[in-house]
């Protein structure tokens, strides 16, 4: 089946540490996209990636890094110096004309 | 820079009756236009688009929009509403062109009331 897939659900984080949450597509889209989605917001970008090794900062990129070492797989790691972190995380993959979303990471911090 | 403003935050309906979610958006060069559903804890699903060509576009669930060049307007319709249909609605713009950098409103939290 084709599609995106991100892992974990949901996942929570003490202050202080950095986690890891996994964006894994098979669409063979060379684009993918990280979102962050909060109450009333919208969803505003974080990074995005056109090209394998190769990334650019989107809005809110402060306190969150990617990585895109396979054209598969587009982790992104929330640092501690995000400072609110507490988010609905959405990673999608696309073409020219259409975006594909992922189900989502609800990322909590204790 | 794109901007995409939906007008209203949350919009409440009775079952069956006709709905329109607006959506405005601001943008220096030509865009593609997006519709997208998202249900409790999920992802979001594409309701429709609008490329080019005929300005009246038709999507799933029986949602249509209208593209309106001269007012930068496209706005959601459907002519009667099922209690399936209580989600969250985003509109969204992309360039033409370049990556599929899409800017989002910030949704419309549509109510189906029995």
């Known amino acids: 089946d084709g599609g995106i897939t991100q892992s974990p659900k949901y996942l929570f984080r003490k202050e202080g540490q950095n986690v890891t949450l996994s964006c894994e597509q098979n669409l063979n889209h060379d684009a993918m996209y990280w979102y962050r989605q909060d109450p009333g917001q919208g969803l505003r970008l974080i990074y995005y990636s056109q090209i394998v090794n190769d990334f650019q900062k989107g809005d809110i990129a402060e306190g969150y890094s990617v990585s895109r070492e396979k054209k598969e797989s587009f982790p992104l790691t929330v640092t501690s110096a995000q400072k609110n972190p507490t988010a609905f995380y959405l990673c999608?993959?696309?073409?020219?004309?259409?975006?594909?979303f992922g189900q989502g990471t609800r990322l909590t911090v204790v | 820079a794109q901007s995409v403003t939906q007008l209203d935050s949350q919009v409440p309906v009775f079952e069956e009756a006709p709905v329109e979610l607006r959506c405005n958006y601001s943008?220096?060069?030509?865009?593609?236009l997006f519709w997208y559903v998202q249900y409790p804890n999920q992802g979001l699903q594409l309701l429709l688009k609008?490329?080019?060509?005929?300005?009246l576009v038709k999507g799933i669930n029986g949602f249509e929009a209208e593209f309106n060049k001269s007012q930068t307007s496209f706005h959601l319709r459907k002519p009667s509403v099922h209690i399936s249909d209580t989600a969250e609605y985003f509109c969204a713009v992309s360039p033409l062109g370049g990556a599929q950098k899409l800017v989002f409103g910030q949704g419309t939290r549509l109510t189906i009331n029995p």
């Open positions: 999608a993959s696309g073409g020219n004309t259409e975006a594909f």
């Open positions: 609008y490329l080019s060509g005929s300005t």
């Open positions: 943008s220096s060069v030509s865009v593609y």
